[in-house]
Structures are given as C-alpha cells and as structure tokens.
C-alpha cells in the first residue's frame, strides 16, 4: 500500500519560515520525482516545486528565490523548505510522487497570517 504522508504544517507569520516534510512508503522512492503542489481555496492546484530522481530541481514563479525542495533517498522523505512565507503562500499543500504510477498524500494546511 502506498502512502504519502505529509507534516510540518501549521500557523505562521508573514516572514516566517516552515518546514514540510513528505514520508514515503509503499514504492521504490529513489525512482520517482517527487513534488509539492498547493491549492488555495477557490483556485487550481499549482506547481510549487519539484525534484525529479536525478536531483535536478523546478520551481513555481511565485515561490523562486524563497522556497527550496530537497530529498533524502535514505529515509524516503522530500521536503520543502519554505521562507519569506506571505499571506499568499497559504494553501494545502500536497505531495506527489511521479513515476511509473502518480501518487498524492492527503494534504497539509499552511497559514501564513499576522
């Protein structure tokens, strides 16, 4: 059974920083891309950034410069660093896995507000 499984959420002031992690299971991780996809309320889901198996990394325009996405192959994990967080930057974000087959988490909620 796969799952992602994201934490790292939460409440945080215009400026601050979070951390999101995404734990892996159920498939062969080095393999896969893995991204982070955000949606607001009452938009599309959007690109935040992705990492493909290679290391090579993509960013959204309106997250360059701020956020940073890693991974660690060892524990399975990606992460989104997130800095420089503004009230737009709130959303759910979730992770994906792109590979021979596509998989979501369940989302986590980022609040960015004063």
């Known amino acids: 059974q796969v799952q992602l499984v994201e934490s790292g959420g939460g409440l945080v002031q215009p400026g601050g920083s979070l951390r999101l992690s995404c734990a892996a299971s159920?498939?062969?991780?080095?393999?896969?891309?893995m991204g982070w996809y955000r949606q607001a309320p009452g938009k599309q889901r959007e690109l935040v950034a992705i990492?493909?198996?290679?290391?090579?990394?993509n960013y959204g325009d309106s997250v360059k410069g701020r956020f940073s996405i890693s991974r660690d192959n060892a524990k399975n994990t990606a992460y989104l660093q997130m800095n420089s967080l503004k009230p737009e930057d709130t959303a759910v974000y979730y992770c994906?896995?792109?590979?021979?087959?596509?998989?979501w988490g369940q989302g986590t909620q980022v609040t960015v507000s004063s």
């Open positions: 994906n896995a792109g590979g021979p087959r596509e998989y």
């Open positions: 159920g498939i062969i991780f080095r393999v896969f891309a």
């Open positions: 990492i493909a198996n290679g290391g090579s990394t």
